[in-house]
């Protein structure tokens, strides 16, 4: 029987070597057709799927190909936050290459013909025109394949001299963007080659397998850039969103990994889908999808289609195109951990060469399938384009120009996505629906507001981006339910069923200046500075004050100075005779509006018209805090992104990551530092992301240590699953009380047969949906905030007011006016209503923030984002 059991064993480990071995053979890419322009395998001294290729080398070697070939084009469109290139392939037949900026002009041109200028469509002879076919390689860094096979696809389309394949160049321009992610790639693939075995490696719980915290699928600052095309956050965003939009192609197809016990998935999805999409865009994702596996069947590749994923939400790499007019579409490569070789569940034994062969096998039948539907794909998109055939009845979108301190934000995406928006320069009335309530009246409309109208090209996008809540099929979904932008910017947004006749002017993106604004006589002393809090950047003014060595104040409550110029709670009061060592604070001021984009206005007398005087006791000092913020596991790579990119790059202010394994205070083994552990005690503020199990994190004889250090004057901030780790009873605090609906069928859930439960429970969650909430704008956690806000919901989960908590945003306390959009069952807003999502706990001299909400998820929901900036900058002194 042991004789038996090593022979199966033997097998076993030459059935893997053997699979290593002819994966080679069995997944062959072409070599060695032009020796002036070598292949990937060629240039690099490796076949691909050997060893993972480094960034760099990959962009050597495309810019060899565009030095040495006449029918590539190589253009750099941005730059990551660690300075590595960004760029785009143009790749055609060498007839089209010779006529580019013609074939791209006339491509705007058919956008356009709505506003047709100088050229009608007609005059554009189709019969000549490409079909544009694009594609984005590699936004999840650690979904590593694709890039590797844009290596390959690049070469074929440069060298190839197969007639069909020659034919396909002169039906299609190609664009290749090789790599949008090359700061996560790097991180991913320099970890992998250090950590790769000479022999075997296939075992899958090999450390091949498990790349370290933040692991490579995120940019520098641990975002997911495949939820950022339309809102442009991140530079790669606004690089490739720019060059896009330069192009508006046909057909896009974004490149991704899964986890690799799964087999190629290729389109069509699952629903729900978009609505608002041409009907026919079902048919052409099944025709791509029939390309792809009809080259699958040939090679004895495995695939799926229409299970799991859905383009729903319209910032992926795959429904984004969509909404531009496009055949927008994702494919996904079995394969993330599996390094260069894994054995899956099934005992199959994936290799990178294939997942790289797969990526490159779909590509080239992309190019293909495009070029024999290249009129029909040209006349879909000149389709989709016409505002005529849109479903929605909204004729325009109205925001108000209320001093809110993202409408810039907002403008600033529009244009960016290529949108064409107006300014009114008068009053106007109209009948319209108010997104706060959903109600339709009457309603007058002040000057400075934005018009955004649904006849342009884009009218896709704008509905799907603007409309407060799109119809959904089907509760059960990829991501969320809701991305309204008025909604998760907190803007004073319409929507309007009829033409809107008012004298307008286009609006065009201007970067603003700052000010400073006298109040007062100009020849008389400065008595004070004052800064609106509600400005957009004013956090950002704060820290740079802060690292001037100004003293500076926090306005208790609204004041009014003897102009009548009002100022809210919080506005920051710098004195002038609290800083009499700063002899050219007139200077500093002006430089700090400037720099900044702030308005500052400067005082004569610090006596208030109404509210408190400047030098009043009750506005209290705020002082730069000591922040530490708590990283890898437990904690999660996206909310600890989001808070860190929040400090570091948009505030400026210092926030040092602390792994949890290096605090003094946690109870996570600690294996030595060089230079000693991080001590809570050096801290004024601890930020703990979301994370599982913290109880590993912080045992008993852990909280006592926070106990001390909170009564002492510490101020945590919890968000999420970590803010509810702080409401059960622990070492050192009473329960608060925690909302959940109660499942009032708890019969029927224990007879659901198999196949019913992930519906019946996908229907019990709340996926990302907006909820209409207030805010004690009193509160300095409020400071900054309007009154009435949406809030995006995760989860069922709420805080129970009661008097030793300050609730500051509470839901709206009727459950049948509380959602705003999206999807949430009525047990649930019924559970919710009138509970608390963000509130401050006082311990000792010290608190704890509560936000069960993430206030600045994905850095796109901003409404509440000032609260985590209060919670860090002016909590502490209050």
């Known amino acids: 029987m042991k004789f038996k059991l090593l022979l199966l064993q033997l097998f076993l480990v030459l059935s893997v070597l053997s699979a290593q071995s002819d994966v080679y053979e069995r997944l062959p890419l072409t070599t060695g057709s032009r020796a002036d322009l070598p292949s990937p395998a060629e240039f690099l001294g490796y076949e691909l799927g050997q060893r993972f290729t480094e960034y760099a080398r990959s962009v050597e070697y495309f810019r060899m190909l565009a030095e040495k070939s006449d029918r590539i084009n190589i253009e750099k469109y941005g730059a990551t936050y660690e300075q590595r290139p960004l760029l785009l392939l143009t790749i055609s037949s060498l007839e089209n290459m010779a006529r580019i900026d013609e074939i791209k002009a006339n491509q705007k041109t058919l956008v356009a013909r709505t506003q047709v200028q100088g050229k009608d469509k007609e005059e554009i002879n189709l019969d000549r025109h490409p079909v544009i076919n694009s594609y984005s390689y590699n936004i999840h860094g650690n979904e590593a394949s694709s890039t590797e096979a844009a290596m390959q696809v690049a070469w074929e389309l440069a060298t190839t001299n197969d007639p069909v394949m020659l034919d396909a160049l002169r039906k299609t321009v190609n664009l290749l963007f090789v790599c949008i992610n090359p700061d996560g790639r790097d991180r991913y693939v320099y970890w992998a080659n250090s950590v790769a075995r000479q022999t075997g490696g296939e075992e899958p719980r090999d450390l091949e397998h498990y790349a370290p915290w933040p692991n490579g699928r995120t940019n520098h600052y641990w975002f997911d850039l495949n939820r950022d095309w339309v809102w442009g956050v991140h530079p790669e965003s606004r690089g490739h969103t720019t060059a896009y939009q330069e192009w508006m192609p046909q057909v896009h197809t974004d490149y991704h990994e899964q986890g690799y016990d799964a087999n190629y998935f290729t389109v069509p999805g699952t629903t729900p889908r978009n609505l608002l999409l041409p009907d026919a865009y079902e048919v052409w994702a099944d025709t791509f999808g029939r390309a792809n596996i009809t080259e699958f069947n040939k090679k004895g590749l495995s695939y799926f289609t229409r299970d799991r994923f859905d383009f729903y939400y319209p910032s992926y790499g795959s429904s984004y ?519 401050v706990r006082p311990y000792g001299r010290g608190r704890i923030v509560y936000f069960i909400d993430n206030p600045h998820y994905r850095m796109f929901w901003r409404g509440p984002s000032r609260m985590m900036q209060n919670a860090v900058m002016v909590v502490p002194g209050m």
């Open 321 to 839: 195109p969509s909404v531009m007019g496009a055949i927008g579409m994702l494919t996904e490569q079995g394969g993330i951990g599996g390094h260069r070789a894994v054995e899956t569940e099934d005992g199959y034994v994936l290799t990178f060469r294939q997942r790289v062969y797969d990526h490159y096998t779909t590509s080239i039948a992309q190019v293909k399938a495009a070029a024999r539907n290249r009129r029909e794909l040209i006349d879909y998109s000149l389709e989709a384009w016409d505002p005529l055939n849109s479903k929605s009845d909204v004729n325009a979108y109205v925001i108000e120009n209320d001093g809110s301190e993202f409408f810039e934000d907002v403008l600033k995406m529009l244009l960016l996505n290529g949108v064409e928006v107006l300014r009114t320069k008068e009053t106007v009335s109209s009948s319209a629906i108010n997104f706060r309530d959903g109600k339709q009246s009457n309603r007058s409309f002040p000057a400075g507001s934005l018009i955004i109208g649904t006849e342009q090209p884009r009218h896709l996008f704008v509905n799907s981006i603007l409309s407060r809540d799109l119809q959904i099929e089907d509760s059960v979904m990829y991501d969320m339910s809701t991305w309204s932008a008025p909604l998760a910017y907190n803007l004073e947004a319409y929507s309007v069923a009829s033409p809107i006749s008012v004298d307008t002017e286009p609006v065009v993106w201007e970067d603003k200046i700052g000010k400073v604004i006298t109040i007062g006589d100009a020849s008389d002393r400065a008595y004070a500075y004052v800064i609106r809090w509600n400005q957009r950047t004013a956090p950002k003014a704060l820290a740079k004050i802060w690292k001037m060595d100004y003293r500076v104040r926090a306005a208790h409550e609204p004041f009014t100075a003897d102009d009548g110029t009002a100022f809210p709670a919080g506005s920051l009061i710098v004195l002038a005779g609290r800083n009499p060592d700063k002899t050219n604070i007139d200077a500093d001021m002006r430089q700090l509006a400037q720099a900044f984009d702030v308005d500052i206005h400067r005082l004569a007398t610090g006596r208030m018209k109404e509210g408190m005087d400047l030098a009043s006791t009750r506005n209290f000092p705020v002082k730069q805090p000591k922040v530490a913020l708590l990283v890898e596991p437990p904690f999660n790579v996206y909310t600890s992104g989001q808070i860190y990119f929040l400090f570091d790059w948009e505030t400026e202010l210092p926030v040092d990551r602390i792994r949890a394994s290096t605090l003094m205070q946690t109870a996570i083994p600690k294996f030595g530092s060089r230079y000693g552990l991080a001590d809570l005690n050096d801290y004024d503020v601890l930020i703990l992301p979301e994370a599982r199990n913290l109880d590993d994190v912080f045992g008993q004889d852990e909280q006592r240590k926070l106990k001390d250090w909170l009564s002492g004057g510490g101020t945590i901030v919890a968000v999420g699953s970590s803010a509810e780790f702080f409401t059960k009873e622990s070492g050192f605090l009473k329960p608060q009380e925690l909302s959940r609906p109660e499942d009032e069928d708890k019969e029927g859930a224990a007879a659901l047969n198999y196949n019913e439960r992930t519906d019946y429970f996908g229907k019990k969650r709340i996926p990302g949906s907006a909820l209409n909430a207030t805010v004690d704008v009193s509160h300095p956690l409020a400071f900054g905030v309007k009154s009435d806000v949406y809030t995006l919901k995760f989860g069922n989960t709420a805080l129970v007011p009661d008097a030793s908590l300050q609730s500051v945003g509470r839901y709206v306390p009727e459950g049948n006016e509380l959602l705003a959009a999206g999807y949430a069952s009525r047990p649930n807003l019924d559970s919710l209503a009138g509970k608390t999502w963000a509130g």
